[in-house]
């Protein structure tokens, strides 16, 4: 997340009447386009001038970035870290991974090598003053797209240096990827070079990211690192290592989401795993310990956290910023389908918003499949609203928080603009966004000199 500065217009002045936070007002007022599609198409090519990326780009994911940022009030980006610390020390402790490791698959109890898994992504609505976390993630998709939109966002709401901020901050966050998968590398390998990783994916060239594996690939071979795009089903398994074709693979850069490794096309890349011969982040035991949604139901309860030895002021932390979820179950039915509109229906091994259900929009039909699954429901919590389209032809779009997160330390926090039940990337105008922290003290009524009629900056009126 980049910071933004709002000039004086963050202060109110005593005894005016309090109208909103500066970051309410701009996500409901700014009509800046601030994304630069010049700067955009320079920042895709790279180094070398390549622009065949941005090409692919433009016609395959046309609405992958947003046109506009997204803010935040400074308390809620604070709250973001917060609640992610509070989250990983419960984790941290042998009671709950003993609890949520009972009934895992044998592939995720294997001995714990030492890697912490790269791109955790927490995703979270905003919730009033709290935020609401609706799900962990253990491959979470967009972050080198991140990196490569902070080169391209130019917004009127920033002063110069803060723009010039933004810009850099980009590349600090490619040095922190590269700094990040040689520490999973050490932490295993130890000082041994790092020389091949494999970015794995079903199908890699038709996934809807494609692109982002490619920007992978090219950061990667700046550091010195060759990298492989492929199938798991390219792979083969023999002399004690992972190979594709001739190359040795040294690490694998998991983005499958046969997080058990359970499928045919996955046997070779999961036999060397279980044998210690490649190392692999995510792993499956990391996708047991944060992303398996029955998780929440352990996270959003006082009572099971207090059962564990949860001190009380991350229970306070956690039962306000995640929603209550529960498991679905027969005996529950009658009750969870009557309290349906205010509850979000996601199966436990979903990903992506698949088979996810706002209760609202439920019908018998899809109820019954629900109560057949493993699913759990989650209270509703709506997500953020921005405006877009033009100030004559205005419309809101929703937005999400994602915190990409590695060894309990947020790298990054973007947004995610879309419409529909769930973010999708095919909504004009929507995508990922850029996320600015902005002051808390609220705007008076009497700033309307600076920030403009019915809630608009000055410079979007």
Known sequence: MQHAQFGNAGKGLPGQEEICLPAERLNAGCFCSSLDPAALEIALSGEFGDDQLAALVKERCPYLFAARPVFISQSRANLIGEVVTAIESVIAMPAYRQLVLANAPAIAKQGHTGTRGVFFGYDFHPDGESLGLIEINTNAGGAMLNAVMARAHRTCCLDSARIEESIVSGAVFEEA?????????????????????????????????????????????????????????????????????NIKIDLVYNRLTDFMLESPATRALGEAYCADAVVLTPDPRAHVLYANKHNLTIFSNAETLKTLGVTQPVIDILVVNVPFTEGVTIDKAERLWRDRRGLFFKPVAGYGGRAAYRGDKLTKRVWQDILNGDYIAQRVVAPGGRVSGTANSPETLKFDLRSYVYKGHVQWTAARLYQGQTTNFRTPGGGFAPVYGMPDERVSAELEVICGPAGAPACCA
């Open 177 to 245: 990827i590269i700094d990040m998968f040689r520490s999973e590398w050490a932490a295993v390998k130890g000082s041994a070079p790092l020389r091949t990783i494999a970015i794995v994916d079903t199908d890699p060239q038709q996934q809807y990211l494609y692109p982002e594996f490619l920007l992978f690939q090219r950061l990667f071979a700046s550091s010195g690192i060759d990298a492989v795009i492929t199938d798991p089903s390219h792979l083969t398994f023999h002399d004690d290592a992972l190979w594709l074709e």
